[in-house]
T-cell receptor, first 114, second 116 residues
Framework: NAGVTQTPKFQVLKTGQSMTLQCAQDMNHEYMSWYRQDPGMGLRLIHYSVGAGITDQGEVPNGYNVSRSTTEDFPLRLLSAAPSQTSVYFC?????????????FGPGTRLTVL | AQSVAQPEDQVNVAEGNPLTVKCTYS??????LFWYVQYPNRGLQFLLK??????LVKGSYGFEAEFNKSQTSFHLKKPSALVSDSALYFC??????????????FGGGTRLMVKP
């Protein structure tokens, strides 16, 4: 299994540009989520999905859209990038949505918005 | 609202010495607690978790953590540090009272530096 994969690894955008961060998992996990990591703030949840066709907002959803058309993929879209979205983005997944399940993280995408 | 505090931005330890990385939490119900480690330019790797039962939890790479309900703490420990343990460590909590999927609330992270 490849686990959780993310592309690209690095990206530089100009303010106002749009892009999609890709996330895929091959473990047949129901639950997938997106976090952003900022220095001294740990990871904050952006959006999550409990299964194909179902998504919901996390702590910091503004400026981001998601969709979950398949179990494997959970892309994160930035419609109009802003410098405040400069961050490292992590995708995570777990087998079920129960509280005890361990979440597995991808390697991250480092995004810079100029 | 639930929260996690890691009071130390950085912990310095000599190789071979015991290490402790501190974590305290605040939740409205019973907590599920996790420790993750992040090596440079890598994603987070799961170390261990406390769900219920024995307060001392053993995890990967020789790490363990002690759950203390009265002190609302979940400190990460290792009896003998290795230089390769140098990394960024995150404590996280899942609050059973919150209906937000499998949401984890993370602490700000503690950088562990183990010197030879």
């Amino acid at each position: 299994n490849a686990g959780v994969t993310q592309t690209p690894k690095f990206q530089v955008l100009k303010t106002g540009q749009s892009m999609t961060l890709q996330c895929a998992q091959d473990m047949n996990h129901e639950y997938m989520s997106w976090y952003r990591q900022d220095p001294g703030m740990g990871l904050r949840l952006i959006h999550y999905s409990v299964g194909a066709g179902i998504t919901d907002q996390g702590e910091v959803p503004n400026g981001y859209n998601v969709s979950r058309s398949t179990t494997e993929d959970f892309p994160l879209r930035l419609l109009s990038a802003a410098p405040s979205q400069t961050s490292v983005y992590f995708c995570a997944s777990s087998y079920r949505t129960t509280s005890t399940d361990t979440q597995y993280f991808g390697p991250g995408t480092r995004l810079t918005v100029l | 609202a639930q929260s996690v505090a890691q009071p130390e931005d950085q912990v310095n330890v000599a190789e071979g010495n015991p290490l402790t990385v501190k974590c305290t939490y605040s939740v409205s119900g019973n907590p599920y607690l996790f420790w993750y480690v992040q090596y440079p330019n890598r994603g987070l790797q799961f170390l261990l978790k406390y769900i219920t039962g024995d307060n001392l939890v053993k995890g990967s790479y020789g790490f363990e953590a002690e759950f203390n309900k009265s002190q609302t703490s979940f400190h990460l420990k290792k009896p003998s540090a290795l230089v390769s343990d140098s990394a960024l460590y995150f404590c996280a909590v899942r609050d059973l009272q919150r209906d937000a999927g499998n949401m984890l609330t993370f602490g700000g992270g503690t950088r562990l530096m183990v010197k030879p």
